[in-house]
């Protein structure tokens, strides 16, 4: 009901603001609208017959062929929308007449206050009306963020609670199950869970919200959401928090945030799946989905909500959610149609796309590649009322606006314009409802009226500059514009509450050309109210606006305020949704609220959601005026998310400091917990056994809590911790808990039984690392089946804790390990038990999974890793369902944008493993069911959480075809098989048995399959790969080994298979690259005159002389004279060869004073710099000798 007892426009200073009061005299007239009420007539009648025209005619004015995608529906919809029309315009009709009347009864009694400006901004997200009491996720701009922080501290500090689930719920929207499109072909092993599996609890059957005919499963509805994601790249911890402070990351990660464009963003394989994909484009509507998507008697309800790459179609009732997934980018906007039938999306990055998806199916009907050839993807889209044209501006510093016939599948625009950058980044667009070839869109600063000329593909613009001194008074900053409902005007919003209203003169189609173009002036600006307008639109005879104070209010056409809804004290408006279907007219059991006019009439509107600012979303009904919550979402990042160990629960934490559990299967929030203000969720985990749930925040408390009701286990809270906590883990027992910080410490806790009671203590820390610490895992004593505690850290060491001699404050060191050379640790995890040996698999940053004995610390095997742009970040092993599948098992994994399943075991086979987007702005968590039928990613700052099914089957599938023993690997050279480069390799290996036996012997020469492993390394440098002594020593290992633990025997020779696999396996995935070396020389060089890293001579060779795996004075100079030619061919690699200049050789005259990566790359290793397309310069060798 209307709160006509409180003025809405009674003065406040909050959020900062500043008000002003102006005077009588200095008050406006609003311009009388009567003389405009038979141009609007005239309009509104041509308007009405171009609705109610066949498609036939059309085709005949316009000169085009429609697609035939649309079929008898569309024509069928067509004749419904022109009957509908009819009869809605002539109740606006009788509606502004009314209106009219009580206006001048009413007279102008509007109080209009003017305030300062208020610095808000951002692209309004628009919520649609659509279902129960589904889990909506509202995205924040960065834009609002001020405001955000501003209304926190209106509110004041949080107060710690259990917040107890809501009758009426269901799940969250990244936990719904959805269904694949036909055009995914990067991960088919990791299926979407859809049909009739997905059992929807919603039970508000009363929303009368975009009510559409029949899909396969029901009908749907449809929820328009602007939502703008902040696209910079997030890898594991996002960038902002709750404390303010950018990033909690450690130092030396954010140092080495900073080289990570030198590595590949996307691999060759990446290239070839966007042409591939590319090819596939789009674009039809099967007649198997036309016959489905036949109304049928039963109506549900569904809306769609867009996050990270997918949009979220949610429906009512037991039918499956679906996930129309397509977009490699970060969706930056979305429209609908009308009716609801046709979704459009479109999204920021490279490679940017423009989808248009069938609501009924949720699958992609056409597809728009290379929409911003040059830009950075699209910032705002618009969709006609009829969904035959779709207008879209681009997101770059030149904004080009485009309108698109897709109906007729076309890949290029109709038109194009091309928007001076003064005009500012124009992010909002909407067609004029009743004329498809008038649009108007806005920046912060300026609003643009567009014309559209089909014949001549022309798209003309007025944008009147607009500043202070137009009406002497200040402005604000625009957030939104709608067309007026007389049709001859725009209205504007500002953040000061105002309206800026724009008269749009349109030249009769008998003048001259003289009289030029539409155009727009500025007519007047009106004081509406005295709060920031963030939202603005129309439904049925009613102008619209949201405010930053959660006020909504009504006005008629005249700008006369009719009702507003103040007392909800809702947070800023995000987005308002009206219901598709109309309301009911009064009867004597309707309770609608009286307006605010001298008449007290019912105040009739449809129903309608509210999205706010807080991550709420709320359901008004206006008969009775009950507002219900349906939900409230973490409104910010989310990083923490567990999987119980053996019920289908997840615990999900925020920023925001939420912790909220679901049960996955049935898609039921449960209960959640919000701490005080100022604890951020970082870390999530629950014990062996389930009962608890281990919580590690961003300021360095820890929690341990009930599994079941989320109170606090322990008395106090640990606050040991002086940074966030990132790393949560319990002992197979449960005896220990290990936490890892950000400030590279890594603290014990351990249960004591104290007046028979199991009570948490803290036992020490310490701080064992000097970078960033990526892993904590216990383990089991085989002989013992005490717990083992290690860490490993970016800083390249694996460390092993002594549990047993560590006491109160002291936490023992068992032995320290070091698991790289070049490369830096990113994650590790216990090997199953595949084989007799128990392993450590670590993965590392250039691309390898190794392999660790788990006693001696041994790397054993090194392997090649998944190669999807970015190296693993995390790995979980895919937990059995029995017995019977131990002796198959999987790993899951996640990298800076991905999800992959790879089949274990290891072995370099590229065919094992595949991957997906997920998260495009960074994955922050995974998460496996206790089941290992999904998995779960969290997408840190996109505040999403997705579940995935998990199909093995599509994966073995793929790995039969890919062929047996080397068939696989052939492909990962140069050639293959048949290759120039297998062929040089096969003559390399040979040669090295006859060198190996004397090149100069007369003895019979003994052929065989294999060579020593002495040879080893000679081969490996002749085809280019240049090993360490460090990774010699790891080939050396992993050889010797290979068959000891079945046979008790070393191995001291290895066959040409089994060396192409090593070599494989052990060799840059990318190849020599320029970057490598650059990388180097800009730690350890200074900058010279010429602006480049150098190294002085001396310096460089002290470096080669002490530091790394340094060179005798005798090695050095035995490999320079070579270098330079001053060796005979083969010096000391031939058995007979000898030295004639080695020794007299002068460094000082051979070495340039200074030396640059360019000069060492080809003067002095005598390499070629091979420059290939976008690609990082690569290195091969000239001329190639053994």
Known sequence: MSDAEENPLEETEEYGEIEMQEEDDEEEEYPNFEGLENVQKELKEVNTLAWIESPEEEEEEEGEEEGREFGEEVEAENGEEGEVEIREEEKDREGKEEGEEEEEEEGEGEERVEEHEEEEGGKGE???????????????????????????????????????PEEITTSIISLERFTQPD???????ISLKSGSESKL?????????????????????????DVTTSGEPLISFPERQPSGELDQRPQDELEEEEGRDLEPERGDLEQEKRERRKEKSVSYISKKSEKESQPKARITKASLV??????ILFQRRESANMYPLGHPNVISCLCISEDRRWVATADKGPDCLIIIWDSFTGIPVHTIFDSCPRDNGIRAMAMTRDAKYLATISDAEIQKVCIWKWTLAVETPACTLDLPKEYGFQNYLIFNPTNNKELVSNSKTQVIYYTWYPEGGILVHSAPLLTEKTFNKLVGKFSQSVFHLNLTQILSATMEGKLVVWDIYRPLPSASSSMGFPHIKPCKLVHLQKEGITVLTTVDSYIVTGDIRGNIKFYDHTLSIVNWYSHFKLSSIRSLSFSKTPAAPPAENTNYPPDCTLKSDDFVVRNFIIGTSDASVYHLTVDGTKLEKLFVEPRDAICAISCHPYQPLIAIGSFCGMIKVWDYEQKKYLFSRVFEKGLGVQSLTYNPEGALLGAGFTEGTVYILDAMSLESAISEPFRYSRSSVTHISFSHDSQYMATADVSFTVAVYVVRVKHRRRVWEYLARLRSHRKSIRSILFGVHLDSNEPRLLSLGRDRLLIEYNLLKSYKDHLAVLDIHRTDQGSYPTCMVWYPPLTKELFLLICNSGYKVK?????????????????????????????????????KRYVVFINRDKVGLQILPVDGNPHKTSALICHPNGVAGMALSYDGCCAFTAGGQDRSVVQWEINLSALEAAVSLGGEDLTPFYGLVSGGREGKFYRELEDYFYYSQLRSQGIDTMETRKVSEHICLSELPFVMRAIGFYPSEGEIEDMFNEIRFSEYVDTGKLTDKINLPDFFKVYLNHRPPFGNTMSGIQQSFDILGFTNSKGEKAIQREDFLNLLHTKGEHMTEEEMTDCFATLFGLNPEGWKSEPAASSVKGSEICLEEELPDEITAEIFTTEILGLTISQDSGQDPRISEAEQSF
């Open 201 to 225: 609890s919603l039970q508000s059957e009363f929303l009368e919200t975009f009510e559409l005919p029949r899909s396969p499963g029901s009908q749907l509805e449809f929820l328009d959401l």
């Open 306 to 311: 867009s996050t990270a790459t997918e949009d």
């Open 126 to 164: 628009e919520v649609v009306e659509g279902f129960g009491k589904e889990a909506v996720k509202e995205e924040v701009g960065e834009d609002t963020a001020e405001a955000l922080e501003e209304e926190e501290e209106a509110s004041g500090a949080q107060e710690e609670s259990t917040v107890e």
């Open 851 to 887: 392999l660790f004995n788990s006693t001696t610390k041994m790397c054993r095997k090194t392997l090649l890793g998944p190669v999807y742009g970015s190296p693993i970040e995390q790995i979980q092993i895919l937990p059995v369902k029995s017995t019977l599948e131990l002796q």
């Open 183 to 189: 055009s995914q072909t990067v991960l088919s092993e």
